[in-house]
């Protein structure tokens, strides 16, 4: 499975901005799905989850109730929406995909979302 990360950008504080990952396999539609950010000098940290199906989404702290993960299986694509930015989001974002939580096989390029103040 390869996935291609897209849609990252400039934005002012408090702006939104939509990032999609397409995944080059329909076998896609059965995994896990995972967005994660490395910010400069930083590790790379968790930021929401969902199973193939839709349900139990997950997501970090600090973007809970201001980010939003979804995805369309006929499009092979998963979303990260994002609103209310904050200049912490800013950091470059990938998607990953594997069987379970935690267990990431396959891993797209990254887009870089910056928030500006």
């Known amino acids: 499975v390869q996935l291609q990360a897209s849609g990252g950008g400039t934005v002012q504080t408090g702006g939104s901005l939509r990032v999609s990952c397409v995944a080059s396999?329909?076998?896609?539609?059965?995994?896990?799905v995972g967005w994660f950010r490395q910010a400069p000098g930083k590790e790379r940290e968790f930021v929401a989850a969902?199973?193939?199906?839709?349900?139990?989404?997950s997501y970090a702290d600090s973007v809970k109730g201001r980010f939003t993960i979804s995805r369309d299986n006929a499009q092979n694509t998963v979303y990260l929406q994002m609103n209310s930015l904050k200049p912490e989001d800013t950091a470059v974002y990938y998607c990953?995909?594997?069987?379970?939580?935690?267990?990431?096989?396959?891993w797209g390029q990254g887009t870089l979302v910056t928030v500006s103040s």
């Open positions: 969902m199973r193939w199906n839709g349900y139990r989404k």
């Open positions: 990953g995909a594997g069987a379970d939580y935690g267990n990431y096989d396959f």
């Open positions: 396999a329909r076998t896609f539609n059965t995994y896990v």
